[in-house]
């Protein structure tokens, strides 16, 4: 069924236009407050539910938090009030206080007038496409509100940070430390202002923060995992060790070094093969890892000389998890910074992956911190060409890309590099393009083919 609110990751949207609306979100509330409280009547008996919320550092999350807690409370659903702290938080605070749910209003990377609402289980994973289905169902019907006696209750979590902080160290080797490290963090103006700098601060780091100032319209501005020349520019400045940035609801991480007078930035890709290969030194067995459709060649190839399986999913978070968890591995990474580590936490989490790389850097027989360039000095990263081809639609971009001509051209391609780099043609989920992208060895031939596709669609 195609969902009319849902997409790859919850409901998103411009504030005050629907579905971020006041009156949508009550009702979303309802919808799902409705579904929690079936479940938890065939799993628990009459003990009502109870639904974490948290948000990142919007402006509009005050008043979406305040419609989601009386559309819950009217159906029966006890609330518990988060206050901005990151999305992996709201994941990990589920599970640790064995609620029914959690929700997250965020809108992740997006400006401030964006925002969005995330759904996550009592095990702490995003709820699955049978969940949305059943909220969109019940959203087309009116909910009344219950008696007095029968509403639910709410109530603030006012440590929800500090239990965060101590998980997130949790996963740090105990045995380690960050002491002697230069770290510049930047926040992101978003949820992880006031968590993230005692989390590497504790653990021994010396933290220059950035991005720590949010005032509800700043999130992501020019800051952030998406906007990294802040981060570029003050790492340099402090002639720090290394730069970590988040997005603004923390769940992606990116990581940069200095490089002489510029420095060098690594994505998801690197940083997922920098935590197999901590893994495997330590002595874990890795069977496989999961990356997805745009994850680099060079990856791929890296992981199959060290006789590690590799699988690609859709692009999207969810999408890496369902595929780790159909393999029954741990390790997976889309190249835009979200990162899992199943054996550490149940989701995509910035803070908790950045301790995964820097434990990899810290933890050597010599006892001095090794340079993350050193470290993945045996990954060859393969040069990637991306060109957007303009169509009218996305319906017409699919049937372009199915064409004869254009099938025959990405197989002579795909012939031409054969083991040495792919070809990948995929219309946008979300604009009126095609994304053609060619990786190859040598960057002059990845251009060359992007272009030959490229042109093949005019």
């Known amino acids: 069924m195609t969902q009319q609110f849902f997409g790859t990751d919850g409901i998103r949207g411009r504030v005050g236009t629907t579905p971020m609306t006041a009156d949508f979100v009550l009702r979303l509330g309802q919808a799902a407050g409705i579904i929690l409280c079936e479940q938890h009547l065939a799993n628990r008996g009459h003990k009502r539910p109870t639904v974490l919320i948290g948000k990142d550092t919007r402006i509009s999350g005050y008043m979406l938090e305040a419609a989601l807690e009386a559309g819950f409370s009217s159906v029966g659903v006890d609330v518990v009030l988060a206050g901005p702290i990151p999305t992996p938080a709201v994941a990990y605070l589920v599970r640790a206080l064995r609620l029914s749910a959690g929700v997250v209003i965020s809108a992740s990377h997006n400006p401030y007038h964006d925002n969005g609402i995330k ?32 509403l639910g209750r709410a109530r603030r979590l006012d440590d929800a940070v500090g239990r965060y902080i101590e998980f997130c160290k949790s996963t740090f080797p105990s045995n380690l430390s960050l002491s002697g490290l230069k770290i510049v963090l930047d926040c992101a103006h978003g949820a992880a202002y006031h968590s993230a700098p005692l989390i590497f601060h504790e653990l021994g780091a010396t933290v220059i923060t950035i991005g720590n100032t949010p005032d509800g319209f700043n999130i992501n501005a020019k800051v952030g995992a998406t906007h990294i020349d802040a981060l570029c520019q003050a790492t340099l400045e402090h002639q720090a060790d290394l730069g970590i940035a ?27 093969y920098a935590i197999v290969k901590n893994r495997l030194q330590s002595g874990e067995k890795i069977i496989g890892a999961v990356g997805t459709l745009m994850s680099n060649f060079g990856l791929e190839s890296a992981f199959k000389k060290m006789g590690i399986a590799f699988v690609r999913s859709k692009v999207g978070d969810r999408f890496v998890l369902e595929a780790l968890q159909e393999n029954g591995w741990l390790l997976g990474a889309e190249n835009s910074g979200h990162i899992l580590c199943l054996d550490k936490h149940s989701t995509g989490d910035g803070t908790v992956s950045a301790l995964q790389v820097l434990a990899a850097l810290v933890d050597n027989p010599s006892n001095k911190t090794l340079r993350l360039s050193d470290y993945l000095s045996d990954l060859t990263m393969y040069p990637q060409v991306m060109i957007n081809v303009p169509v009218a639609s996305p319906q017409i971009g699919k049937e372009k890309i199915n064409a004869p001509k254009i099938r025959a051209l990405q197989h002579a391609i795909e012939t031409e590099l054969g083991d040495k780099g792919r070809v990948l043609l995929r219309p946008s989920g979300t604009e009126a393009l095609i994304r053609v992208m060619v990786e190859a060895k040598e960057k002059a031939q990845a251009q060359s083919c992007a272009e030959r596709l490229a042109d093949a669609f005019n």
């Open 119 to 150: 759904f996550f289980s009592a095990q702490g994973s995003k709820l699955n496409d049978a969940f949305e289905h059943a909220v969109e169902v019940q959203l087309k019907i009116q909910h009344p509100t219950l008696a007095s006696e029968q």
């Open 246 to 272: 988040l997005d603004g609801d923390a769940d992606r991480v990116v990581m940069v070094e200095p490089n002489g007078d510029k420095v060098r930035v690594f994505d998801g890709d690197q940083l997922l």
